[in-house]
């Protein structure tokens, strides 16, 4: 039987940068199996052929940071680029870009091919290996296969990552018509959620959407506004020029200019009143809106739920997105559907441009089975028994971006615990990823998770343009970046700039403009980075682009963020103070039921996540804080002697 450090299941996002993230933590050739479906299939968009946006572009950026392959990829291989929110702040500007469906998934073959460390093998998993440590307390120990042949394997491995995507029980509903599989023309995974539930965890069952893909070449293309992407794009990672000067190599793929590939133009279509009345008359025959699919992405509708919700609406906005250099395919955003075809069909002739379109594929929605989240901690490891990790869709979320952020997580810790070093979790205050892991981990979500720049309460700190300040160092001392060349150079390119920072804010605090500093006058509305740039330059300092945007937006956001820093001291003691794993809730009969309730349901690790469990009070709050001290002083004095 084969034996892995970490076995990482599902080629999705989430599995791919678990693959990559445990092979830098490992360092080690052979130690890590990615275990897929179809190998052809790794890395593949299976929806919007886009990476990024508000808030999902930060969580890019901070992948890219802590060592991650996404921003690679995507660099690789986007012909559009396009920093979203721009007539806002620095702290809510979301980076973009618009893929190529087909060499996106090249590239991270590629990437990952050129890793001795991972090994890719096919299969479907169709339970799990378990063992009984001390205590009696159960390890998941590895999974048994069945491979392309039929045959089944088993699998060794120390830790396992479950990264099952929209495939496990994946059923995809096209109006009246019902199809198995996880994605269009591919299978569902059958046999997980039976051996999930054998393990004793709860399930649920979420549902997402996709629209209709059309020809490009049968759309009245050039009657249409146009979409442009950014004259001076800026790329995700900070290895790609022009962050990085000559560039990176790895895998066949060379990045040595930015962008790399030509890039196009979307186009701006809308939908037409008759099809909404349409829409209406035929909802009974959509899936999504009858009840018959589990819940969905409330801030992703459908259609037929923009058709409703929005009655007084004559038309929705439609961007236009093309999915590939090589492909005729247009992806239309902003009508994912589980309507019938006959019904798609007129919603797609009546948009403006589209009067003569060819449907290449219908709109379809994907309803899956996925792991009530509340069973797992901040590092993606299920609770009730060791060497089991989840991350993805998994875990109740939305987005290419959630899950490769987890998959981050889940294969960091499971190397983690394969070299004995202790567990690896990110702070509300450290990362995007932060606020997500403990969000995941303190409510259950009724609808597929969606990161948003809202969810983040120190969002001025956890800007786009800092995360290689904020992170990179975090994996430096992890020890993520010293067994591969790129996570070498990924280092030094960041001391290089802390260094660069360090002469700016000087710089900035010692010059005058007028009568102020440098550094107040970015607080002047009118003050922007271009002036900035300038006024540095002036004074006999040149700085890159992104380090002026940085300087700029610390100067800004300096009373605030010194506001934020305090808050941070003060709940400091009180975010981080320890929940014992060993105390039982039901046994502090002081507290409400409802608390008592919350608290046995979610297990929270600290004061700070038990802080924001639904049910819990800040007068429960306080009492917790009394009833675990008093617990551990009792446990400390061990048993009473007459």
Not at 172 to 193: C, D, F, N, P, Q
Not at 577 to 587: N, T
């Amino acid at each position: 039987m084969d034996r892995y450090p970490v076995i990482v299941v599902g080629g999705g996002h989430a599995g791919v940068e678990a693959a990559w993230a445990a092979a830098n933590a490992l360092g080690r050739p052979g130690s890590v199996c990615l275990l897929t479906m179809r190998a052809d299939k790794v890395g593949a968009l299976s929806c919007n052929p886009a990476i990024g946006g508000l808030a999902k572009g930060q969580l890019v950026r901070e992948i890219d940071a802590l060592g991650g392959l996404m921003g690679l990829a995507a660099d690789a291989t986007g012909i559009q680029f396009k920093m979203l929110n721009t007539s806002k702040g620095p702290a809510v500007h979301g980076p973009r870009c618009q893929s190529d469906k087909v060499l996106y998934p090249r590239a991270v073959q590629a990437l990952l091919g050129a890793r001795p460390e991972i090994r890719v093998v096919e299969g479907s998993v169709e339970g799990f290996l378990l063992e009984r440590g001390p205590g009696g307390r159960r390890r998941v120990v590895g999974v048994r296969s069945v491979g392309a042949d039929g045959v089944e394997r088993s699998i060794g491995g120390d830790s396992v990552v479950l990264t099952t995507g929209t495939f496990m029980r994946g059923l995809m509903h096209t109006g009246e018509v019902k199809t198995r599989g996880g994605r269009h023309g591919e299978g569902s995974a059958e046999g997980i959620s039976d051996a999930l539930r054998g393990l004793g965890l709860e399930l649920g069952r979420l549902r997402t959407g996709t629209p209709p893909r059309i020809s490009r070449s049968s759309i009245d293309w050039e009657s249409l506004p146009i979409e442009p992407g950014d004259p001076e794009p800026v790329p995700f990672s900070d290895l790609s020029p022009p962050g990085h000067a000559s560039g990176w190599a790895l895998g066949g793929l060379v990045c040595d200019r930015f962008p790399l590939l030509a890039q196009l133009e979307c186009r701006q279509t809308t939908t037409h009143e008759s099809a909404h009345e349409l829409i209406r008359r035929n909802l009974h025959r959509a899936p999504m809106h009858t009840g018959e699919l589990a819940d969905g992405p409330r801030y992703c509708p459908s259609i037929e739920d923009k058709a409703t919700r929005f009655a007084d609406r004559t038309s929705h906005g439609v961007f236009l997105e093309p999915e590939s250099l090589g492909s005729d395919s247009i992806y239309c955003n902003g009508i994912a559907t589980s309507l019938p075809a006959d019904v798609q069909d007129v919603v797609v002739h009546t948009m403006p441009g589209c009067e003569r379109a060819e449907v290449l594929r219908w709109g379809y929605a994907v309803e899956y089975d996925m792991v009530r989240p509340h069973q797992i901690d901040a590092t993606c490891r299920v609770r009730s028994l060791d060497g089991l990790y989840l991350a993805g869709q998994i875990n109740g979320t939305s987005g290419y971006e959630e899950a490769a952020a987890q998959g981050w997580v889940a294969g960091v810790n499971a190397a983690m615990a394969y070299l004995g070093e202790e567990r690896v979790v990110l702070g509300r205050d450290q990362a995007y990823i932060g606020v997500l892991m403990d969000d995941l981990v303190t409510k259950t979500p009724v609808e597929p998770y969606r990161m948003f720049t809202s969810r983040a309460e120190h969002r001025l700190m956890l800007r786009a343009d800092n995360s290689a300040d904020r992170l990179t160092p975090v994996a430096e001392r992890l020890g993520l970046l010293e067994h591969h060349e790129l996570g070498r150079v990924r280092a030094g390119l960041a001391r290089e700039r802390d260094a660069r920072l360090e002469v700016g804010r000087e710089a900035m605090r010692s010059t005058r403009s007028g009568q102020k500093r440098v550094w107040d006058r970015c607080r002047e509305a009118s003050f922007g980075a271009d002036a900035l740039g300038e006024a540095l330059r002036a004074a006999g300092v040149s700085l890159a682009g992104g380090v002026v945007k940085t300087l700029h937006a610390e100067s800004r956001y300096e009373p605030y963020i010194e506001r934020e820093l305090s808050e941070i001291r003060r709940r400091r003691d009180h975010e981080h103070k320890p929940v014992p794993d060993w105390i039982d809730f039901e046994s502090l009969t002081d507290l409400r039921t409802e608390a008592r309730v919350a608290l046995s349901r979610y297990r929270p690790e600290t004061l700070g996540q038990a802080s924001r469990l639904e049910g819990i009070t800040p007068a429960d709050l306080t009492l917790l804080r009394v009833m675990v001290e008093r617990a551990r002083r009792e446990r400390a004095a061990g048993p009473s002697q007459d």
